[in-house]
């Protein structure tokens, strides 16, 4: 379980509360206006942001101490940050070992996410070979490879269709659910919290508000909220 504990952050000016909890193999949204803090939360989890006060735990462990890399979790970006001059595979494979140096049981774990994701028969290909949707396959291939208990999703799917976006929605909720893993995913668009998200957290004015149905909440949103999606 992920829990922020009574945790304030401020950067100059900006001061963002947070008090709640996602449990195991959770999907939570992060919804709010922009500017409102949702990435500052993400980076906070990540330990790219520092918390002036309070915890932030995973199960026992109070995470906020450990630094980004020992963190339980991986994190999807909007640009994927797939490397141009490596091929699919070895893109793929840094979530396995970063110096690429990989045993036949590594190799074959690769080449299974490759296939869970749908990419087999891509592996040589560069990313500048892939079309939008293979290289958000190719990321979620290699975060997913990483087997952290956490996948925070940063808007990595909003340059897609409709069609493509919803594809690539239920494969993380596919592959997600096979592991167990918690997700957190910020996103502008109400459709992609009701497509993965049976939760939502609400950040708005300096507070991130307790998970709660997803359905419930952009039916009868609070002010900010409603604000933000246009709501009389």
Request: proline fraction near 8%.
């Amino acid at each position: 379980m992920l829990t922020f504990d009574d945790v304030q952050i401020i950067q100059d000016d900006f001061r963002l509360s947070a008090g709640f909890a996602v449990a195991q193999g959770a999907r939570v949204a992060i919804l709010g206006p922009s500017g409102a803090g949702k990435s500052t939360l993400v980076g906070a989890i990540a330990g790219f942001v520092p918390i002036a006060r309070g915890a932030i735990r995973w199960g026992e462990t109070q995470i906020d101490r450990l630094p980004p890399a020992k963190r339980p979790l991986s994190i999807l970006f909007q640009d994927n940050n797939l490397l141009p001059h490596l091929s699919v595979f070895d893109n793929v494979a840094l979530g396995v070992n970063p110096n690429l140096r990989l045993s036949q049981d590594q190799r074959g774990t690769v080449m299974q996410a490759l296939e869970d994701t749908g990419l087999l028969g891509l592996e040589a290909r560069k990313p500048g070979q892939l079309s939008g949707g293979q290289i958000s396959r190719a990321a979620l291939a290699r975060v997913l490879l990483r087997a952290r208990p956490l996948l925070v999703l940063d808007e990595p799917f909003s340059a897609l269709g409709p069609a493509l976006k919803s594809e690539m929605l239920d494969l993380v909720a596919r592959i997600a659910g096979q592991n167990g893993a918690a997700v957190l995913m910020i996103t502008h668009d109400p459709a992609d919290a009701r497509h993965l998200c049976p939760q939502t957290v609400v950040v708005a004015d300096g507070q991130v508000l307790p998970p709660a149905p997803t359905e419930g909440l952009l039916a009868d949103p609070p002010p900010a909220l409603a604000a933000y999606l246009g709501h009389a």
